[in-house]
């Protein structure tokens, strides 16, 4: 996210009802869309299927039909934002430092001045897969701006992040979709931004990618059942939800919305979150706390995960640092990724039905 935007909480890089089951044949259909695409890859990339086969993990977003008590335990993959490794001076630095923690992928900002082309060679010699991209214009130019010329900006921003996923071999862009203040009134945020994003869904789902919105602190989508809405509307495999965990607490409970939006979601960001220090120390102070221990509740989070048959991406986005911090985090995430199903508050232990 731009880095002077209000922003979430993670030095800056634009994050703030049940529906239609997801197509398991999505996968191929991407694979054969990045063939078709009328962004083809540039000279020499490779679809990120030849060098990360994911033939273990379902299409992202995908929701399960099996009964609940028969599900296994999903496949649940870490990463960081690119922004949080401290440590290396090159791509290849950085990836294979996250490789020897045991990451198994990153997520950069596009457009910026990230060698994209030496970060895919990065990503296929270490293993670590750049899963994602995330637009870095959504806040300093939203798709709901009353001008035409800066939503245009924010257009052809995610424009090219779609290229640079096409290039490193990603599956998503994750995409701020509106920002409301004093200015930009809800329901113009509503029209303008809708318009703005059908014709990059569809150009998204060309190129084989996905734009994926996340919850942030943008005064726009303020509750689930909005969000699925909002999603749905569009009719297109090629949008969905990028579940942000932390940016919810204060205003909402992560494991409801993530029951309401369930199959929407696609990848889930990883960020604790404190309505204790928010009270006594301020609003933005909340986020100034480890993993596992604020109130994100990620017990109920884990429960609620595997009861939409969540599987796939959890991006940590929080204060990086060297190998000695990105060591923590990896522990912690993995603590996250083990935790039992929790008690459902009948005496009973198992996903909610």
């Not at 490779?46 to 994911?54: L, Y």
């Not at 950085?94 to 990451?103: E, R, S, T, Y």
């Not at 490193?168 to 113009?188: C, E, F, K, T």
């Not at 809708?194 to 060309?206: I, K, N, Q, V």
């Amino acid at each position: 996210m731009s880095t002077d935007a209000p922003k979430d909480p993670d030095g800056g890089r634009g994050r703030p009802v049940d529906g239609a089951t997801v197509s398991l044949t999505r996968r191929a259909m991407l694979k054969a869309a990045l063939t078709a695409s009328a962004l083809p890859l540039a000279a020499g990339a490779a679809p990120s299927s030849a060098a990360h086969p994911d033939e273990d993990l379902p299409p992202v977003g995908a929701r399960r039909t099996d009964p609940v008590p028969d599900w296994p335990v999903p496949r649940l993959r870490r990463a960081v934002k690119y922004g949080m490794i401290g440590e290396g001076s090159t791509p290849h630095e950085k990836l294979a430092l996250l490789a020897d923690l045991g990451f198994e992928g990153v997520e950069p900002d596009s457009p910026s001045g990230l060698d994209f082309d030496a970060l895919r060679a990065a990503s296929q010699d270490t293993g670590v897969r750049v899963h994602g991209v995330v637009c870095s214009e959504h806040w300093r130019s939203p798709l709901s701006h009353a001008d035409a010329a800066v939503r245009e900006r924010c257009a052809q921003a995610i424009l090219r992040a779609i290229e640079d996923a096409q290039r490193v071999g990603a599956d998503s862009v994750l995409v701020v979709p509106a920002v409301v203040n004093a200015q930009i009134a809800y329901d113009d945020a509503w029209t303008r931004s809708t318009a703005m994003l059908r014709p990059l869904a569809a150009r998204a789902e060309r190129a084989g990618v996905r734009l994926l919105f996340e919850n942030v602190w943008n005064s726009f989508l303020l509750s689930p059942l909005e969000a699925a809405r909002y999603v749905d509307q569009f009719e297109s495999d090629a949008v969905g939800w990028y579940f942000d965990v932390g940016n919810v607490v204060t205003y909402g409970w992560p494991a409801q919305w993530i029951r309401i939006l369930g199959h929407r979601i696609a990848k889930i960001d990883v960020k604790e979150f404190s309505r204790e220090k928010r009270d006594r120390e301020g609003l933005w102070k909340g986020f100034d706390v480890e993993l596992l221990e604020g109130d994100s509740d990620w017990p109920a989070v884990m429960t609620a995960l595997r009861a939409i048959g969540f599987a796939g991406w959890m991006t940590a986005e929080i204060a990086g640092g060297g190998r000695d911090r990105l060591a923590d985090i990896a522990a912690r995430m993995d603590r996250i990724r083990s935790l039992p199903v929790a008690d459902q508050g009948n005496g009973m232990t198992g996903p909610p039905r």
